[in-house]
């Protein structure tokens, strides 16, 4: 699940649609060619705007009126459980969620609602995001920064590793130049934000994840067996009363 700051954001299912199996092919090289350049898979795509605001989660809870009894007891339970486990068992058990993951799905999305995204290992940290952007983006030299919402908060500690940070298995993130107000921040954010080069992978991994086409078999020919003779049965020999006898 996708990490919206707090907000989960659901994926829409793709329709599988007939595209010509060189266009296919042609897909996935430059996917590929993509991959060994930059050493990571990229995505590119186009988001709606409306996928951009907040989700208002009602509570189901609302009657409950939380007293400091309650408070109490809940915090004397998280103390039991502190006690209880030795750090040699919390490590453990912290490796072996680590262990359970072995990509971060980052979705880095600009102004100009489009979405880059790139796989991480989750051990690796925010700067190796930030390094990455960039090498794709298509104005490098200005500063800019990046941020989780809702609500707002700018990713600040870029040696947090992705696992520590809970963007696992995937987070999405805002991308933001960080100038002064100006004509200077209208230019940038106009846009194009990515290098003309990831730009041009863009909607790429749909074609690519297009079935291979059936091909139908051909019917056997049907096959009309030969007529069965039968052997002719011998004919019954009517039965002859002798002459003597006498009924």
Do not use: C
């Amino acid at each position: 699940m996708f990490v919206d700051g707090s907000t989960p954001v659901p994926l829409k299912r793709r329709r599988h649609t007939y595209v010509d199996p060189m266009e296919v092919e042609s897909a996935k090289a430059k996917l590929a060619a993509a991959k060994e350049k930059f050493g990571r898979e990229i995505r590119v795509f186009e988001t709606s705007a409306l996928s951009s605001s907040p989700t208002v989660v009602s509570s189901s809870d609302d009657f409950y009126e939380f007293t400091a009894e309650d408070y109490y007891r809940i915090l004397a339970t998280k103390k039991e459980e502190k006690f209880l486990k030795t750090k040699k068992i919390r490590e453990a058990e912290e490796a072996a969620r680590k262990s359970k993951f072995t990509k971060a799905v980052i979705r880095v999305r600009f102004p100009d609602n489009h979405t880059l995204e790139v796989n991480f290992h989750p051990s690796e940290t925010m700067q190796s995001l930030v390094d990455f952007l960039k090498r794709v983006l298509s104005q490098p030299d200005l500063p800019f920064y990046l941020y989780t919402t809702p609500p707002k908060k700018i990713i600040k500690d870029v040696s947090q590793d992705f696992f520590s940070a809970s963007f696992i298995p995937g987070a999405i993130v805002y991308f933001s130049y960080d100038l002064p107000k100006g004509d200077d921040v209208v230019a940038a954010n106009s846009g194009p934000f990515l290098h003309e080069d990831v730009m041009s992978l863009k909607g790429l991994e749909v074609i690519a994840e297009q079935p291979d086409p059936v091909q139908s078999a051909p019917e056997p020919a049907t096959v009309i067996p030969p007529p069965v003779t039968q052997d002719p049965k011998p004919a019954e020999k009517k039965s002859v009363k002798p002459k003597w006898l006498k009924m």
